[in-house]
């Protein structure tokens, strides 16, 4: 099941204990908003009961919805706690990173790198779940995929690459009719999947920095089967150094390293297999503020060099921050196709993904 049905039954599981005090750790990371609300709604419904509930989040939204107070950590240090009644958005973002942070700015305020060549067609693709699903992505487009947990947008992302096995329909990319059947075949027509559970299906945790980079691209990199550390610690370092990923060397094992850094590791290997369509699946789940800055930052390049995106967030925020245009699922269904302009609201969007 996915990640945001797990989420749900840890959840579930924990509330039918005898409990006085009860800690979130990331509860919403992969819950979509109106699961999210519901959410809350059992949070307030337990704390007006005497629970005391303790919520770890990276989500500043939530924190200020469902808190009385917010702790501040940062580098293992308790930098301070207020009232939030008594602070703001941007003070609790200064105690965080030391700096302020625009985090979200509409994708309008932009310029449009889009270019009319159109890189990759779905047709008509079918699986267990999705029905008669058709789109297409422009060279240098983001475009983002919207939609409650279970309505699909992950599982169109996953017959791309072939993890899931299709039904029927046609993946055209560059005028090419492609038989995509396996993540090899997908990273050799210039696909790149940064999934939404990293640690499961984007690292090997218990390898370095180094191999995580290189482990896409590693026969580019061998000789007669003996792989060239030289030419592999080079270009590890590059992406080390061009992405500021924040490690002792190349060569500390990966499960080391902070969420936002991690998430830049398995950012770097598809930049170093040159992957000309990259697919994010909630590439900010679990990252601190200013991580999460980096990211999208990254992704804006990515687009601005010619590189084409698919967009997966539950969060609407960083849709709109990011989107040039964006895909509403729904059962399965593509329920909307919406341009992101200045008139785009949330609501319209919610409402296209519940009703």
């Not at 075949?185 to 690292?203: C, I, M, N, P």
């Not at 500390?252 to 969420?259: D, K, Q, R, V, Y």
Request: glycine share 6%; hydrophobic share 40%; charged share 25%.
């Amino acid at each position: 099941i996915s990640m945001g049905m797990k989420q749900l039954i840890e959840i579930m599981r924990v509330l039918s204990l005898d409990l006085k005090i009860l800690c979130f750790d990331e509860p919403t990371s992969s819950l979509s908003e109106e699961e999210t609300e519901a959410l809350f709604k059992i949070i307030k419904d337990l704390s007006k009961k005497g629970i005391s509930i303790v919520y770890v989040s990276h989500k500043l939204k939530e924190i200020f919805q469902i808190c009385d107070r917010v702790t501040v950590l940062k580098d293992g240090k308790r930098v301070d706690t207020v009232d939030i009644k008594e602070t703001s958005y941007d003070q609790v973002i200064r105690m965080m990173v030391g700096r302020n942070i625009e985090l979200f700015s509409r994708k309008t305020n932009q310029p449009n790198n889009i270019q009319k060549d159109i890189v990759m067609e779905v047709k008509g693709l079918n699986t267990s779940l999705l029905k008669n699903i058709s789109f297409n992505l422009k060279k240098g487009e983001i475009l983002g995929m919207f939609g409650i947990v279970g309505s699909g947008r992950t599982e169109v992302a996953r017959a791309i690459f072939g993890i899931d096995k299709k039904i029927s329909g046609e993946i055209i990319i560059n005028g090419r009719n492609l038989n995509i059947v396996s993540p090899q075949s997908a990273v050799k027509e210039g696909l790149g999947f940064v999934t939404e559970d990293r640690h499961e299906e984007g690292l090997v945790l218990i390898s370095t920095v180094r191999n995580n980079i290189t482990m896409p691209f590693i026969k580019n990199l061998s000789k007669l089967g003996i792989v060239q550390h030289a030419k592999e610690k080079n270009i590890a370092m590059h992406y080390i150094e061009a992405l500021d990923i924040k490690t002792p060397s190349d060569l500390t094992l990966i499960e080391n390293l902070s969420g936002g850094n991690q998430q830049k590791v398995v950012i770097s290997k598809w930049l170093g297999a040159e992957s000309k369509i990259l697919i994010f699946d909630e590439p900010t789940r679990g990252i601190d503020v200013a991580a999460k800055s980096e990211v999208y930052n990254i992704i804006l390049k990515l687009a601005q060099q010619g590189r084409s995106v698919i967009l997966i967030s539950s969060e609407l925020p960083e849709i709109l921050a990011l989107s040039d245009r964006l895909l509403v699922f729904k059962e399965g269904e593509i329920k909307a196709e919406l341009q992101n302009d200045i008139e785009l609201k949330e609501e319209t969007i919610i409402d296209y993904a519940v009703l």
